[in-house]
Structures are given as structure tokens and as C-alpha cells.
């Protein structure tokens, strides 16, 4: 009974949340379907008209939906979307369709998610910035061979937990615990790889802090025409620089990104091995980061400079 009692006061909170989240959603989608219109008019304006059939859900609640459950405690989308969306919050969502049907339909919500995690969710530089990759597994290492689901786009690769077959997300924040930037490579793609390295950092100025996995000379160079300078632990055996204490403390907190990525595995559920479509993988990785995104308490740092110039750092 009392659990029973906490899931129910545990979803009637959430509730909340996702009437909030709904409001801003749905004001975007309807000024991304004006601008498309507008679009469509000089575009196809000699062309045979063609039937744009509406679904019973519009993609705003469908975009809240996937949302809703990477911010819950479920595990499965399927008994989420059964047990909660279609009856405790059957008000909030009248029209919701079948399971199957909305699994085939969520796709076509790809354009205007990722817009909107772009262009609402995403944070601004303050000029110090941390940047990590973590692992994406799509199955376990002993159904390598077996695996079918993404033949040909996986890959396997070694981080510092051993050897794994999916992908990498590389992540860049600012010391707030927002987003800033977000790449998505195959597993055996290094972390230092310049194409991928320029998109991440193109909107990022001032110090950006790393681990050693981004050492490299062509590296800083390249980060340092751009107005970027990158801060790495050293190897042992590479002799020491010269470093200015508050950069020092800067690098030395550089695990609050990993604890991003904690949050985004082990809450948001980024990475699991139930996936049976490429397509709807890129959908749970959109609805992890934007459930991030409206996290109300994010892992931050509190930066506080006193007269003297010294730097005090504390845990938010």
C-alpha cells in the first residue's frame, strides 16, 4: 500500500511537470508549422496539392510524452505508455493512440524535436566549458555476432571500462550543468578526431576542460585559432607546465560532466539494449537530452571570486 501510494503522489508531481513542459513544446510546434507553410507556398505553389492527413495526436504530445518518460522511473516505454499515459493521465492526453501505432508515428517528430532541443534546450558559453564522451552499448559483447538491429553503423570500440560495440556521445557543458553541444560517432572513433571536434566547439570561446583522452598537439593548436583554450592532465611521462591555480581547481572539477553522463545513463536511460530501430534509437537519445534539459537541479559548480583574486568553488 504505501508504495502503491508514493508511485501515485510520485506521478501526480510529474504531472505537473509535464503540463509545464506541454505549454512550451506546443508554442514551438505551432511556430515551426507557421514557418513551413510559409515555405510550402513559394516551394510547391505549382505543384498538384497533396492529402496531409492530421494524426489524432499532434507532435507536441507526442514529443511530451517521450519526454515524460526519460524524467520517470520507468524502465520499459511500453508499460510507461500503457499503464500511465493512457490511464492516469488519460485527461491530459484524450486522443492517444495504440502502442504500436504511436511507436510507428513518433518518427516524424524528429525534425521539430531536434530543433527544439537545439534552439530551447541547449545552454550558452560562460566561457568555461567541460567536454567528455561516454559509451552507448547496443548489446552485450557476447551477441556481437548476432546483433542485426544496427549492422554496418556500430562499431566496436575500447574506452576505460574495456571493450564495448555501439557508439559514443560526446557531450560539451558549461559550469552551470547545461548542455552545449552534442556529436554522436561510432564506437571505435577517436575522441580527438577534428571533425567532429570543430562542429562541437563552434558556438564555445574561452577555457574548455578535458580529460586525457583529448591530448593533442594538433588539437590545442587547432582549438587555439578558434579563440579556444584546452585544458588536459598531463602523462606521467610528459614534463609539467606552467598553470595558473584557478585553472588547476577548473580541470580538477572536471568530473562534473561525467556526472552528466551518470545522470543521462543510469536516469534519463541514453543507453539500453532493447532497441529494434535505428530511428527510433536517435528519438530515445533526443528525449534523454531534453529531459535532461528541464532537470529542475542540474550537477553545477558555484563560482565565487573574491577581491584578491582567489577562487572558491562549491559542490551545488
Not at 548476432?146 to 553503423?153: D, I, P, S, T, Y
Not at 578526431?193 to 578535458?210: D, E, R
Not at 535532461?292 to 558555484?302: A, E, G, Q, V
Amino acid at each position: 500500500m504505501k508504495f502503491k501510494y508514493l508511485n501515485e503522489l510520485l506521478l501526480m508531481i510529474l504531472k505537473d511537470q509535464i503540463t509545464t513542459i506541454f505549454v512550451q513544446i506546443d508554442d514551438f510546434c505551432k511556430e515551426f508549422d507557421a514557418q513551413i507553410k510559409q515555405m510550402k507556398l513559394g516551394v510547391l505553389g505549382g505543384h498538384k496539392k497533396r492529402r496531409s492527413r492530421a494524426s489524432l495526436m499532434s507532435d507536441s504530445e507526442m514529443i511530451t510524452i517521450m519526454i515524460g518518460f526519460h524524467l520517470g522511473a520507468h524502465k520499459t516505454f511500453k508499460h510507461y505508455y500503457q499503464q500511465v499515459v493512457c490511464v492516469y493521465w488519460r485527461d491530459l492526453f484524450p486522443k492517444s493512440l495504440s502502442y504500436n501505432r504511436f511507436i510507428e508515428l513518433q518518427q516524424k517528430c524528429f525534425v521539430v524535436f531536434a530543433l527544439f532541443l537545439k534552439e530551447k534546450g541547449l545552454g550558452k558559453c560562460t566561457g568555461i566549458s567541460f567536454m567528455d564522451s561516454t559509451t552507448l552499448k547496443v548489446c552485450r559483447n557476447q551477441r556481437i555476432h548476432n546483433h542485426k538491429v544496427f549492422k554496418g553503423l556500430a562499431e566496436r570500440g575500447k574506452s576505460s571500462m574495456g571493450w564495448f560495440y555501439g557508439f559514443k556521445l560526446h557531450l560539451a557543458c558549461n559550469e552551470k550543468g547545461e548542455l552545449l553541444s552534442f556529436y554522436l560517432t561510432k564506437g571505435n572513433m577517436d575522441d580527438r578526431n577534428p571533425k567532429h571536434i570543430k562542429k562541437m566547439t563552434k558556438q564555445l570561446f574561452g577555457k574548455l576542460f578535458a580529460d586525457k583522452g583529448y591530448l593533442s598537439k594538433a588539437l590545442w593548436e587547432m582549438l587555439f585559432a578558434d579563440g579556444i583554450q584546452l585544458f588536459t592532465k598531463l602523462r606521467k611521462n610528459m614534463k609539467n607546465h606552467i598553470m595558473n591555480m584557478e585553472d588547476k581547481i577548473l580541470l580538477r572539477k572536471r568530473a562534473l560532466i561525467e556526472t552528466i553522463n551518470d545522470e543521462l545513463k543510469n536516469h534519463c536511460q541514453v543507453e539500453h539494449t532493447r532497441h529494434r530501430s535505428v530511428n527510433n534509437f536517435m528519438m530515445n537519445i533526443l528525449g534523454s537530452l531534453t529531459a535532461y534539459c528541464f532537470f529542475p537541479k542540474k550537477p553545477s559548480l558555484n563560482l565565487k571570486k573574491v577581491k584578491d583574486g582567489q577562487l572558491f568553488l562549491n559542490f551545488a
